[in-house]
């Protein structure tokens, strides 16, 4: 081993022996120089057995998968990416993207550190080192391992593709792309991030993307399918609560959520192949914990900011919880028709919460379980969060801060882990309470700020920003005067797809939506092109360019 080239050597060690099944930690370029992330000498390094995690070669190449996605230029964008509401106001406040990830990633450190200390004990057990087994270790184990770093790393990816404004950035480029660039597969801020990874970030080498381990790109798949691959599939073939989650019901534009564009769909299933035991459209354990760990962070983390910016109101939550409790036989009797007419009277938000989560999960939905995650979530919020207007003192900080460390505690040690979960669910769950109760923390966040009316003006303006941007581009590159002043990124990432989607067209037609033909695909790639480069701009970058390219000061 100490006679070869270190870069050849480790390429030799990340290939897999069979090509059908890849190791974890196999990338998909060799790389002909170190990374200036390895810490590792080659005598330091234990070779893992195949198909796991352990030994110090994997750890090392996950953390140089962890440190790319951390130097990456599309990381550090996020600090300028709205992560719900743009806020300001009393207190050591910083919400946005880049912060909400770095939560994420906290959360899974420690999600993971726990599934990996019962892999670790079961590993002891088949060792002879222990005398009882862990029954979640060995269901670990035989799902291919939870690695801390791959976690981490994945946390820290799972936002990459968020474009400017957040979510209704996401909204606006998905309608624009598919109404007005022939777009059918449109814009998906998971895709999106895919895409980052594996085609649009580089290395300064001689290949696309960061390549990353398979490991790590597989635990950034939430939605491990392609938008085409649920087009022509309406609720009467498979009902809502037997889909997977994300997918929607829309059988005419597919997937509402998916992880990979058609582009890049063939990476997406190389990461995948490195878990055999990883069924199709099921998350990988990382990944499931990834998924787990944003839905607190969301649930729990972005909470506490609002409450230190003042945008949430004891008086109206209070109403809204208190009015549901002490009438929900009442509001359990309402057909959708009296919901209807009184959706603006306190409690009937919840109820239309309880009804659309026992529509879609019946197999985790119980009423009891909501009507208990309500009063305890009153109870937190109201009593102890709300309990009293932030003022930026240290008794309100230590308000807000011991509210964020309860929750965390309570959920971090509510998971579960399942062999083979229910098609709505992944490997890594919550317990049944803990699962209403993170319903309930995510209606305050949705239905106490997002739907704030003060909050419509300036996003219809953000929507203009990005609908003007996007269209201007695609003016621009169709100007025959005027093209070759483009942005240079730009025109090239069009020739790049351009290149891509007529190789596609040759190896897989019907991955392809819509027309075929070549103009068609011209258009498809310039169109592909405008998206990535519109949704690369960090807010103020948006908002600056549109000045400049529509003319308005």
Wanted: glycine share 8%.
């Amino acid at each position: 081993m100490n006679g070869e080239p270190r870069d050849d050597w480790l390429n030799k060690a990340m290939t897999p022996a069979d090509s059908l099944s890849p190791s974890r930690i196999s990338r998909r370029h060799a790389e002909a120089e170190s990374s200036q992330h390895s810490a590792l000498s080659t005598d330091d390094v234990a070779v893992p057995d195949a198909g796991t995690s352990s030994g110090s070669l994997a750890s090392e190449q996950y953390r140089i998968d962890l440190e790319r996605i951390r130097f990456s230029p599309y990381f550090g964008r996020l600090s300028d990416v709205t992560q719900v509401v743009p806020l300001s106001g009393v207190g050591p406040i910083a919400h946005n993207r880049l912060t909400h990830s770095l939560k994420v990633s906290a959360v899974a450190r420690v999600i993971a550190a726990n599934l990996a200390g019962a892999a670790a004990r079961h590993r002891a057990f088949v060792q002879g080192e222990r005398t009882d087994d862990d029954a979640t270790g060995a269901t670990i184990k035989a799902l291919g391992g939870c690695d801390t770093i791959v976690a981490q790393a994945a946390a820290h990816a799972h936002d990459l593709g968020h474009p400017p404004f957040g979510h209704l950035g996401e909204r606006v480029l998905d309608r624009i792309a598919r109404e007005k660039l022939g777009l059918l597969e449109g814009f998906e801020g998971n895709a999106q991030s895919f895409r980052i990874l594996v085609q649009l970030d580089t290395l300064g080498r001689n290949f696309p993307g960061l390549n990353l381990t398979a490991g790590t790109r597989a635990a950034t798949l939430k939605y491990p399918w392609t938008r085409g691959e649920w087009i022509g599939v309406g609720t009467a073939e498979l009902a809502v609560s037997d889909r997977r989650r994300g997918v929607g019901d829309d059988p005419i534009a597919g997937a509402g959520k998916f992880s990979a564009y058609a582009l890049d769909a063939s990476q997406m299933e190389e990461a995948l192949s490195a878990f055999p035991a990883i069924a199709p459209g099921q998350q990988t354990v990382e990944c499931a914990v990834m998924d787990l760990a944003d839905d607190i962070a969301y649930a729990v983390h972005d909470l506490d900011e609002f409450a230190r910016a003042g945008v949430l109101q004891q008086a109206e939550v209070a109403a809204e919880f208190r009015a549901w409790l002490s009438a929900a036989a009442a509001f359990a009797t309402m057909d959708a028709a009296e919901l209807a007419s009184t959706r603006r009277a306190p409690g009937t938000a919840l109820e239309l919460l309880w009804r659309r989560a026992h529509r879609k999960d019946a197999w985790i939905a119980d009423r009891d379980a909501f009507a208990a995650a309500v009063q305890s979530v009153s109870e937190s919020i109201n009593g102890s969060l709300l309990a009293s207007a932030y003022d930026g003192g240290i008794d309100s900080e230590r308000a807000v801060s011991g509210f964020t460390r309860r929750w965390i505690e309570h959920l971090r040690t509510s998971v579960v882990v399942d062999r083979d979960p229910h098609v709505r669910s992944g490997h890594v769950r919550l317990n049944q309470r803990a699962w209403h109760e993170v319903i309930v923390l995510k209606f305050v966040h949705a239905h106490f700020v997002l739907e704030r009316p003060e909050l419509a003006l300036p996003q219809r303006g953000q929507a203009r920003i990005v609908a003007d941007l996007t269209l201007g581009y695609d003016a621009w590159l169709t100007d025959p005067d005027d093209a070759r002043r483009a942005p240079r990124r730009l025109q090239e990432w069009v020739e790049e797809v351009t290149e891509a989607i007529f190789a596609l067209r040759a190896e897989r037609p019907d991955a392809i939506l819509g027309d075929t033909s070549d103009s068609a695909l011209r258009r498809q790639a310039r169109g592909r092109a405008i998206v990535d480069y519109v949704s690369s701009l960090s807010d103020q970058q948006a908002i600056a360019t549109h000045r400049t390219i529509t003319g308005i000061a």
